[in-house]
């Protein structure tokens, strides 16, 4: 069994590892740890909840402290890491990882992102920093303040390098690379890869060891997955029902849009159930007040979008709710991998309805799990929608609109055909052939000339000559 001390690192780390309650390296610490204390470049592959934050932040802090200046003078701390996080929540995460790990190490760490004044950030760089956890925005407004220097960086971590892409950030993150020295060391890390950034890595990566400890694209192993095939109007009476009869303590429910988030954290609230909700339009205040209540208990039901919810790092998280799937397979891993962190087991619920068929038939080809589905007693789905999402054929689709259903072992019987429009009477000038010479019908002599017939024989009185 393999231990911290076993992997060859500083005892000040070893006992603020202790501390912080872990004894044993998970699979992606043991194999990046060594690698970066080596000085190699490292591509990791691993999904979250799997320590990488320690995989990186724990040899770091070991390269950099042998030469960790105790000096107040700014310009002997220059920054010498810099890591790239894609949203303000997993870039403080990152840096109360470097600070609770380095307590013992006389390193100085700060932590820039945007949403909040930018002053006191500037204040702190110009204090000096060894290692600087940014977002990607934000660290590019310091470089045009001339606040930062990153010219003496010595190790460069893209940390979630696939939601860096996801939101947009390549083209920034490009730009901060222009900035540093050909001679960094370089790690990166992604729950997932695809060819964009496979393309990044070789930008930046010399040689790099690939470090993967999950099967690529798939959801974490410790997850299990279960759909509640439902009608759409029907979702929000659904899921106050989940909550209540699983007493659901604690669970994190995606949305689409920042409006469903609000929209399903006040539905919730009026249902009895305590809810706040997380987006990009809550202030920083607010996104971490939320999180705090959630963490602590106060709030059993955290509402969010994909974006708030990404580096979200909550323990002993039991589970997550896809209120609705995303349209993207990719972020159901990342919003399953909420869950089932850190060797604890977690479950993911999806509330499906008929429209979400085809994105669910991706996910599970992603992921290579045939989910489960479980009806819910008097919340099923609509009755045409329910073969889809049961994952069973749509017979009358199959059958055609106008085929009538089969019933036991013979063909209903078709719908009898409309009586056909009575004939209207015979006219008696054609009840019988014509015969030349024969004097014509009763009934015709005795008929009377119509409005029309009139009008046309005046006409015709015109032109036709009578004899003699």
């Known amino acids: 069994m393999t231990t911290f001390a076993d992997l060859g690192l500083l ?20 194999q990046a740890i060594p690698l970066v204390l080596a000085g190699r470049d490292v591509m990791g592959g691993a999904q979250t909840g799997t320590g990488k934050t320690a995989a ?15 000096s107040m003078s700014p310009a002997r701390h220059p920054v010498r890491a810099l890591i790239l996080a894609p949203t303000r929540e997993l870039a403080l995460q990152v840096e109360e990882s470097f600070r609770d790990y380095g307590k013992y190490v006389p390193l100085r760490t700060t932590v820039v992102f945007g949403g909040v004044p930018i002053e006191p950030q500037m204040r702190e760089l110009r204090n000096g920093v060894e290692i600087l956890v940014a977002t990607p925005g934000r660290l590019l407004d310091h470089v045009h303040q001339r606040t930062v220097n ?7 971590v893209l940390d979630e390098a696939d939601r860096m892409l996801d939101m947009g950030f390549i083209p920034d993150v ?41 099967r690529r694209n798939a959801a974490a192993e410790l997850v299990s997955h279960l759909v509640h095939p439902v009608a759409r109007e029907r979702k929000r009476d659904l899921l106050v029902h989940l909550i209540k009869s699983r007493e659901m303590k604690q669970a994190l429910v995606f949305t689409s849009t920042r409006l469903g988030a609000n929209r399903l954290a006040y539905q919730l609230n009026r249902s009895g159930v305590h809810a706040a909700a997380i987006h990009g339009d809550k202030t920083q205040g607010e996104r971490l007040q939320a999180l705090e209540e959630f963490k602590t ?14 580096g979200l790092d909550i323990e002993q998280l039991p589970y997550v709710v896809n209120f609705e799937l995303p349209n993207s397979p990719e972020d159901y891993v990342h919003r399953s991998g909420r869950t089932g962190r850190a060797g604890a087991t977690g479950l993911a619920i999806s509330l499906v309805c008929g429209e979400e068929t085809e994105r669910l038939a991706e996910i599970e080809k ?4 045939k989910i489960e589905r479980e009806i819910v007693p008097n919340y099923g ?24 259903r089969l019933t036991r072992g013979r063909r209903a019987e078709r719908p009898a ?15 019988k052939p014509y015969e030349p010479g024969a004097a014509p019908p009763a009934e015709t002599r005795a008929r009377q000339p119509q409005k029309g017939e009139r009008q046309v024989a005046a006409l015709l009185g015109g032109f036709i000559r009578k004899p003699g």
């Open 11 to 30: 005892p000040d780390l070893l006992k603020a590892i202790a501390e912080q309650g872990y004894s044993e390296p998970t699979p992606i610490q043991a």
């Open 56 to 70: 990186f932040a724990l040899p770091i802090l070991q390269r950099l402290a042998p030469h960790a200046n105790t």
């Open 150 to 156: 990153l010219s003496q960086v010595e190790i460069f």
């Open 174 to 214: 490009r730009r901060i690379m222009a900035l540093l020295t050909s001679g960094k060391q370089g790690l990166l890390f992604s729950a997932t890869f695809s060819d964009e950034i496979k393309k990044l890595a070789d930008a930046f990566l010399k040689s790099p060891v690939l470090v993967e400890v999950a």
């Open 297 to 310: 208990g106060k709030v059993g039901v955290l509402v969010a979008t994909d974006v708030a919810a990404r």
């Open 366 to 369: 992603m992921i290579k799990v």
């Open 381 to 404: 789905p609509d009755v045409r929608e329910a073969p889809g999402i049961m994952g069973r054929p749509d017979r009358d689709r199959r059958r055609g609109a106008d085929e009538p």
């Open 417 to 431: 055909a409309p009586a056909a429009r009575p004939a209207r009477p015979a006219d008696p000038i054609f009840s």
